[in-house]
T-cell receptor, first 116, second 112 residues
Framework: NAGVMQNPRHLVRRRGQEARLRCSPMKGHSHVYWYRQLPEEGLKFMVYLQKENIIDESGMPKERFSAEFPKEGPSILRIQQVVRGDSAAYFC??????????????FGPGTRLLVL | GDSVTQMEGPVTLSEEAFLTINCTYTATGYPSLFWYVQYPGEGLQLLLKATKADDKGSNKGFEATYRKETTSFHLEKGSVQVSDSAVYFCALRGGSQGNLIFGKGTKLSVKP
């Protein structure tokens, strides 16, 4: 059973470009969480999605950031008009049911975004 | 709001030394507590967890006990190995939707 997949693993963008980060949850998992890890910092929650629904986006910046988890295909975290401060590692995690229960979140290897 | 505080690193130890990484938390209710480990260039792996007071999580020689009275979840290992070199994150499951709240991480380096 493959783990959580993220691609690309590394992404370089120039200021003002768009960044698209993809996350394929573990098989059978329908819940996805996105976290951001700034240099020398812990992970910060960004958004929680189920298939076709955003459940909680309280940690996501109001502008330039969006996320989706369509019925088919991976979850996408999209950053428009990137700035240098967006440089970070972005991790997604999946769980089979809502993680407020007893289910563990399984993390992907992350996408390291560098904005030049 | 909920938060996690863990000791700052880096921590440098010799092989076979005893390890303690302190972690305390602030939360309403009784959150589940976790330790995750991150090896260089990789994602986070769950190391151990505890879901209620006095529970002890253990894995690969690491242990942590959920202490409600001191709101702590300190990570310990009796004899570290070079392969334990990594960044360790303490976390609690908080928020209304179960998102994890992480400490800043503690980098451990074990020298042969």
């Amino acid at each position: 059973n493959a783990g959580v997949m993220q691609n690309p693993r590394h992404l370089v963008r120039r200021r003002g470009q768009e960044a698209r980060l993809r996350c394929s949850p573990m098989k059978g998992h329908s819940h996805v969480y996105w976290y951001r890890q700034l240099p020398e910092e812990g992970l910060k929650f960004m958004v929680y999605l189920q298939k076709e629904n955003i459940i909680d986006e309280s940690g996501m910046p109001k502008e330039r950031f969006s996320a989706e988890f369509p019925k088919e295909g991976p979850s996408i975290l999209r950053i428009q008009q990137v700035v240098r401060g967006d440089s970070a590692a972005y991790f997604c995690a999946s769980s089979p049911t809502r993680a407020g229960g007893q289910e563990t979140q399984y993390f992907g290897p992350g996408t390291r975004l560098l904005v030049l | 709001g909920d938060s996690v505080t863990q000791m700052e690193g880096p921590v440098t130890l010799s092989e076979e030394a005893f390890l303690t990484i302190n972690c305390t938390y602030t939360a309403t209710g009784y959150p589940s507590l976790f330790w995750y480990v991150q090896y260089p260039g990789e994602g986070l792996q769950l190391l151990l967890k505890a879901t209620k007071a006095d529970d002890k999580g253990s894995n690969k020689g690491f242990e942590a006990t959920y202490r409600k009275e001191t709101t702590s979840f300190h990570l310990e290992k009796g004899s570290v190995q070079v392969s334990d070199s990594a960044v360790y994150f303490c976390a609690l499951r908080g928020g209304s939707q179960g998102n994890l709240i992480f400490g800043k991480g503690t980098k451990l380096s074990v020298k042969p």
